[in-house]
């Protein structure tokens, strides 16, 4: 039986190898605040890329990664649960107990491919595909430049079965000041599909709120 155990709601995310680590880390502190159980999914490439865009040099085991952001976020006890690429009897990998909604931010190219075929030969494969099966909402935050035919042809067909595709494009109405600016305005819009409350970027139309 899938629970809250007490949190807001529950949510899936995946982190891998693309440029953007800011991204995840953000998100992940938004969702921490808001009382959301996050399953955490961080590839090897992640790791690499982490340590090289934010100088956080993350544990490489799941319980050491766990204790890690737990501590870094503040979380409450249980509520960061991370899982090894291979943890196949982890909630994540059954419809029968995975979250609803997974978030993949960054979403590298080569998950987005896997992600296209069903490859599921890893847990943020297979917790992808299970979201599929299961309908749920399933947000890709894709980060790469250009873009071949292929990727475009895989974005196309994830977008006809529900998946939205959000490509880490900040915009600059709200006129930002510094990087972090910019990395609120794609957190903002992620949050904003995920139906959760967010006060980082004033919706058009509206004045800038307090962060």
């Known amino acids: 039986m899938n629970t809250t155990q007490g949190f807001h709601s529950q949510l899936t995310l995946a982190i891998t190898g693309a440029s953007g680590a800011p991204y995840a880390l953000r998100l992940l502190s938004k969702l921490t605040e808001q009382n959301v159980q996050v399953f955490v999914l961080i590839s090897p490439a992640a790791q690499v890329v982490f340590k090289e865009e934010s100088d956080l040099a993350l544990p490489s085991h799941p319980e050491k990664a766990e204790a890690f952001l737990t501590q870094y976020f503040k979380a409450k006890p249980e509520q960061l649960k991370v899982y090894g690429k291979d943890n196949w009897f982890s909630p994540v990998a059954s419809g029968s107990a995975a979250p609803k909604q997974m978030v993949v931010c960054p979403c590298s190219t080569g998950t987005l ?12 494969e297979r917790g992808a595909d299970v979201v599929l099966k299961e309908r749920g909402q399933l947000i890709l935050v894709t980060r790469e430049m250009p873009l071949s035919t292929l990727h475009l042809e895989n974005m196309h067909k994830l977008s006809q079965m529900g998946v939205t595709i959000m490509p880490a494009s900040p915009g600059f109405y709200h006129k930002p000041h510094s990087i972090d600016d910019l990395v609120d305005f794609v957190v903002a819009r992620i949050l904003d599909h995920l139906q959760l ?4 970027v004033a919706r058009w139309g509206y004045k800038h709120e307090e962060k």
């Open 113 to 124: 491919s896997a992600i296209a075929t069903g490859a599921s030969d890893n847990l943020i």
């Open 197 to 200: 409350e967010q006060k980082l």
